[in-house]
């Protein structure tokens, strides 16, 4: 008996989190997180810690969860060892006397070295990457709404990576800045749609009106599609733009 009721108390916490929210920014974090993360474990000490702290500098508690958990996928930990440290994280939980106490917890040390790496880094194919474009969106969210996102996500290449012969691309990017630049953060975007290589290749105005309009309905890429050109300097920019943003973020310095 005491066992069912233990797993409908936590059954409803799980409901309040996600369902009955209230608090705008937590709950665009909460979805940011469900959403992007590819495990779950980290629900465990999100429960647990609604349990013994309810409210209580709940949205802290998020995002230095949210950090340490990216931290350790983006630092290539196995599953293993990530289960294991949601698990200090509780265990913390268990010992901690007020919130407080906990929040400041080497538990929730995050390697700002390895986050840095990957950032700068030819992100496109990487298991993390998508997790680090939607939280770019979440970052430019005004959060006066709730932070909703597409059902079908893809990442995109706004230079692409085999544009033809005779595009405004090859005019604009010679071989080299290709190499460089198609595959970091700021020549990624994220779409709510399936890719399509027949449309993909297209220049950008040709693209942003056949490809990315109607299908662009988070903060940064809305921002992306405002601009007039897409040349080094704009890739550039956007790329430094995004890298202080996380920065920032994760608190690297």
């Known amino acids: 008996m005491i066992f069912f009721e233990f797993v409908q108390k936590y059954k409803e916490y799980n409901a309040e989190l996600f369902d009955g929210n209230e608090n705008l920014k937590l709950k665009s974090l909460l979805t940011l997180m469900k959403t992007g993360f590819e495990s779950e474990i980290w629900i465990a ?5 609604y349990d013994k702290f309810g409210k209580e500098n709940l949205l802290e508690f998020t995002g230095k969860l949210n950090n340490k958990f990216a931290s350790d996928w983006i630092s290539g930990f196995t599953p293993t060892l990530r289960i294991a ?3 200090k994280i509780i ?17 929730f040390t995050i390697n700002q070295q390895e986050i840095k790496i990957f950032l700068e880094s030819d992100m496109y194919g990487k298991r993390p990457t998508r997790y680090i474009l939607l939280l770019l969106n979440y970052l430019y969210h005004s959060h006066e709404q709730p932070f909703n996102t597409p059902k079908i ?11 033809k012969d005779n595009s405004q691309w090859v005019k604009d990017f010679n071989d080299r800045q290709r190499q460089e630049w198609t595959n970091k953060l700021g020549n990624l975007i994220i779409l709510s749609r399936r890719k399509n290589s027949s449309q993909s290749n297209f220049d950008f105005i040709q693209k942003q009106q056949k490809y990315f309009k109607g299908n662009v309905e988070l903060g940064r890429s809305a921002k992306i599609m405002a601009s007039q050109t ?8 956007n790329h430094k733009e995004a890298l202080d943003k996380l920065k920032g973020y994760f608190g690297i310095a």
């Open 91 to 107: 265990e913390e939980i268990d010992k901690a006397d007020c919130s407080n106490e906990l929040l400041n917890k080497d538990c």
């Open 45 to 49: 000490p999100l429960l647990r810690y």
């Open 153 to 163: 996500i893809s990442i995109e290449h706004i230079l692409p990576q085999t544009p």
């Open 85 to 87: 440290n949601m698990n």
């Open 230 to 237: 897409w040349t080094k300097t704009d890739v550039e920019e």
